[in-house]
């Protein structure tokens, strides 16, 4: 409703960071802390910064993700909130997380059509697929989640919203 609502000329698109640069933001943490912070965090700066380096990864987990309104435990949701409902885009999400690697498996797993889902989820980079080296522009490959953080997120937070919320 403001003057300027919706007149946004630009968009840019931030990834995260991989664990090399990551690691530098948590100075004073040995190379075990930094990847244990990085397999729950991932590259997101703001996660990174609430990552205490002098609690233990025990701590910090109960902390940001096991307790409600904890960062870890709120950010996925916040990460899938562009990916619709409709679709089952989700449902294509939750069947590549769960292990299903291939085209074939995740429309078995999804129990639907799985071309338009998979070109959205490829263009917003939550699901990449990756090819053997040398392999034909259009050989089967793998889907997978790219994000350490969203792996995190699906494994240990997703499930159990309800048991963190009480």
């Known amino acids: 409703s403001g003057a300027l609502f919706g007149r946004a000329d630009g968009e840019m698109h931030l ?3 991989y664990l090399p640069t ?3 933001a948590l100075p004073g943490c040995t190379a075990a802390q930094a990847v244990e912070a990085y397999a729950a965090c991932g590259g997101y700066p703001r996660h990174r910064s609430l990552w205490d380096v002098s609690a233990s990864t025990e701590e910090n987990l109960l902390r940001m993700a096991a307790s409600p309104g904890g ?3 709120l950010a996925g949701e916040r990460l899938l909130a562009d990916v619709p409902t409709e679709g089952g885009h989700r449902r294509v ?3 590549i997380r769960t292990g299903s690697h291939r085209r074939a498996e995740i429309g078995s797993m999804a129990g639907q059509r799985v071309d338009r889902p998979l070109d959205l989820l490829l263009r917003t980079t939550l699901v990449r697929h990756q090819r053997p080296l040398g ?3 259009r050989s089967q490959g793998r889907y997978e989640l790219p994000d350490p953080y969203l792996r995190f997120w699906y494994e240990m937070v997703w499930g159990d919203q309800d048991l963190i919320e009480s």
Do not use: D, M, S, Y
């Open 93 to 95: 999400l939750h069947a």
């Open 22 to 24: 990551a690691e530098r």
């Open 71 to 73: 960062v870890l435990t």
């Open 135 to 137: 392999a034909p522009e």
């Open 15 to 17: 990834r995260p960071f």
